[in-house]
């Protein structure tokens, strides 16, 4: 019975293991499926053409894969946005092999780099590392934009967009782009975003990635990206004909463009205004923060200071908490008694007593000397009342001993 048993639960444990990898099995090509028709006619709303060339952004923060399409103009706009499925480590770039960290950088795509017998659905392969990291040694192998959400240092989605991806890359070599770029940035290099994340270990790295995002963003053209002085450098045109950028060498005499050179001056002028008014903003918020956090942490510590005081109190007490006295308004020492005259008959208080002690506390009474009548106030009438409203009496009432017991109130 219990190999039958296994067998019966093996369909779910397969299923278990496959669940994760999202297989499209309705398509029966997948290297050579189409893009869905609602993309091809939003293209060509786009004026783009399903072969043109492509770029991509990644963004770590955000979770987002972004597809961006060249337009007639010869600009790019964005035809497709992608939700992240998984991916591995934390902001930052990767530095070694095995540490399950995902890349950040500028990475280009050649068509040799496609996997369409991949293991996981569909993928291709970022060409890490590229010549900067090789120049700071860092290594690391097969790292992917592959399908079956799951990541050990790649950007994993799910396979049906990995299907989308891996068409728009597909149909762009098809019409004759060399390789196309992606942008791996740990997030939106806004003002806002770099000032908070501006004690990083990572900053400096980020400012230089900023200067390729930027230039995008001005530009709308994906950036002309080299590598001289173990740097990245964007749109750099050297000015001796047969001068290269070498990744150990410095860099070549070289410039960028007047007109991208003028509008970058220009946006990076704002760009800075911005970012310290985010960093006064951060800043003001983390004083807040702290204040809020010192006077939490200063309330916690009188609570505990008062909080040994009463264990203090319980353990010189032998263990049990203090009695507190209880006042009661019936005992006969009640100091509210003695403010009432005569609240209490001396004989009902000598029953109470033993026989000799009331005949003590009479004898003491007795030898207490009465006030004299001068310190005993005499009421006086009131000069404003009337003598003889003052001198009347009470008003006689009409005889009611004939009236019946429920007209006794009334007065007809």
Request: with cysteine.
């Amino acid at each position: 019975m219990k190999p039958i048993r296994t067998l019966r639960f093996l369909p779910i444990l397969l299923l278990g293991l496959t669940g994760c990898q999202d297989a499209l099995d309705s398509v029966s090509n997948k290297v050579e499926h189409p893009l869905p028709a609602k993309l091809v006619n939003k293209m060509k709303a786009q004026d783009m053409s399903t072969r043109s060339p492509i770029m991509m952004r990644i963004f770590k923060e955000e979770g987002v894969l972004e597809v961006w399409k060249q337009k007639g103009n010869g600009r790019f706009e964005i035809i497709a946005s992608y939700e992240i499925c998984k991916w591995s480590g934390k902001l930052g770039p990767k530095f070694k092999e095995g540490d399950r960290q995902a890349p950040e950088g500028y990475y280009r795509i050649y068509p040799a780099q496609m996997n369409p017998n991949s293991s996981y659905y569909l993928s291709f392969n970022m060409g890490y590392p590229n010549s900067y990291d090789r120049s700071y040694g860092r290594t690391g192998s097969n790292l992917m934009v592959h399908g079956a959400c799951s990541s050990a240092g790649c950007y994993s989605m799910t396979d049906e967009q990995v299907l989308e991806i891996y068409g728009f890359a597909r149909d762009a070599f098809k019409g004759g782009q060399e390789y196309f770029v992606v942008e791996a940035l740990p997030f939106r290099m806004t003002p806002e975003n770099m000032a908070r994340h501006r004690d990083s270990e990572h900053f400096e790295f980020w400012k230089m990635l900023k200067v390729g995002y930027d230039h995008f963003e001005l530009t709308k053209r994906p950036p002309k990206v080299d590598v001289c002085d173990r740097q990245y450098v964007f749109n750099q045109f050297p000015q001796l004909e047969n001068a290269s950028f070498q990744a150990n060498a410095a860099c070549p005499p070289a410039s960028v463009p007047a007109t991208l050179a003028s509008a970058y001056y220009a946006f990076e002028k704002n760009w800075n205004q911005d970012f310290i008014k985010a960093v006064a903003k951060f800043d003001r918020e983390e004083a807040n923060q702290i204040a809020a956090n010192e006077a939490k942490a200063e309330a916690e510590a009188k609570r505990a200071e008062r909080e040994a005081e009463k264990a203090a109190r319980i353990a010189a007490n032998g263990g049990q908490s203090p009695a507190v006295p209880v006042l009661s308004l019936f005992s006969t020492g009640n100091p509210l008694k003695a403010l009432v005259p005569n609240s209490a008959p001396a004989a009902q208080v000598e029953d109470t007593l033993p026989a000799a002690q009331a005949s003590g506390e009479a004898a003491t009474a007795q030898a207490v000397p009465a006030p004299a009548a001068a310190d005993v106030p005499v009421p006086t009438p009131n000069p404003a009342i009337s003598p003889q409203i003052a001198n009347a009496g009470p008003a006689p009432r009409a005889d009611q001993s004939n009236k019946p017991f429920w007209k006794i109130w009334s007065s007809n």
